[in-house]
Nanobody, 112 residues
């Protein structure tokens, strides 16, 4: 199972970014997928999860601002991030939950 994340960058507070994670090596449509993040000096934390059936869950800190989605035809999971805050600064990782496989991470930096 391989995951390739992209879409990170530098954005001002209040801005938006969309992360993408292209997956291969598994039957993507039946896997639960997630986005996680790790800020400097902090533990990795779950941001959002989308299940094979489309159900979603979010960390309280991002509810109403972030949206996770998936395109099974493209084997890709997305994280739309709006109203970004400096505290969202972190390396963001995608994960195939069922295989416990991780992508390489993409840096998101939000300036105040």
């Amino acid at each position: 199972v391989q995951l390739q994340a992209s879409g990170g960058g530098l954005v001002q507070a209040g801005g938006s970014l969309r992360l993408s994670c292209a997956a291969s090596g598994s039957i993507f449509s039946i896997n639960d997928m997630g986005w996680y993040r790790q800020a400097p000096g902090k533990q990795r934390e779950v941001v959002a999860v989308i299940r094979s059936g489309g159900g979603t869950s979010y960390a309280d800190s991002v509810k109403g601002r972030f949206t996770i989605s998936r395109d099974n035809a493209k084997n890709t999971v997305y994280l739309q991030m709006n109203s970004l805050k400096p505290e969202d600064t972190a390396v963001y990782y995608c994960r195939n939950v069922d295989y416990n496989a991780w992508g390489q991470g993409t840096q998101v930096t939000v300036s105040s």
